[in-house]
Nanobody
Framework: QVRLVESGGGSVQAGGSLRLSCVAS????????TGWYRQSPGKQRDMVAE???????TYRDSVKGRFTISRDDAKNAVYLEMNLLKPEDTGVYSC???????????????WGQGTQVTVSS
C-alpha cells in the first residue's frame, strides 16, 4: 500500500516562504504525475501545481512566478517551494501522486493527509 508523508507546513507572515515536501513509500515502481492541491476555508480543493514524468509543470495562475514544484524520483519525493506568500495562499495543502507500485506493477493514485499553511497579513 502506497503511503504519502507530507511535511513543511506552518504559519508565516505575508511575503514569507515555506517549502513543502511529500515522500511516497510502499514498493514504488514509478511516479507519473505528482502535484500539490490546496483547499482553502469554504472552498473546494484546487490544483496548485503539478509536474509530469517528463518534467513539464503546470501552475495555478495565482501562484505563477511565486511557487516552484520539483520532484526527485530517486527519493520518490515531490516538493513545493512557496515564496512571496499571500494571505490568500492559506489552506490545507495535499500531495497527490499517480504511479505504479507493487510486485505486479499496478497503477495507483494516492493523496496525502494534508498540511496546513497559514499566511497572516
Amino acid at each position: 500500500q502506497v503511503r504519502l508523508v507530507e511535511s513543511g507546513g506552518g504559519s508565516v507572515q505575508a511575503g514569507g516562504s515555506l517549502r513543502l515536501s511529500c515522500v511516497a513509500s510502499g514498493n514504488i515502481r514509478s511516479l507519473h504525475v505528482t502535484g500539490w492541491y490546496r483547499q482553502s476555508p469554504g472552498k473546494q480543493r484546487d490544483m496548485v501545481a503539478e509536474i509530469a514524468l517528463n518534467g513539464v509543470t503546470t501552475y495555478r495562475d495565482s501562484v505563477k512566478g511565486r511557487f516552484t514544484i520539483s520532484r526527485d524520483d530517486a527519493k520518490n519525493a515531490v516538493y513545493l517551494e512557496m515564496n512571496l506568500l499571500k494571505p490568500e495562499d492559506t489552506g490545507v495543502y495535499s500531495c497527490y501522486v499517480n504511479g505504479t507500485a507493487g510486485y505486479y506493477v499496478r497503477s495507483f493514485d494516492s493523496w496525502g493527509q494534508g498540511t496546513q499553511v497559514t499566511v497572516s497579513s
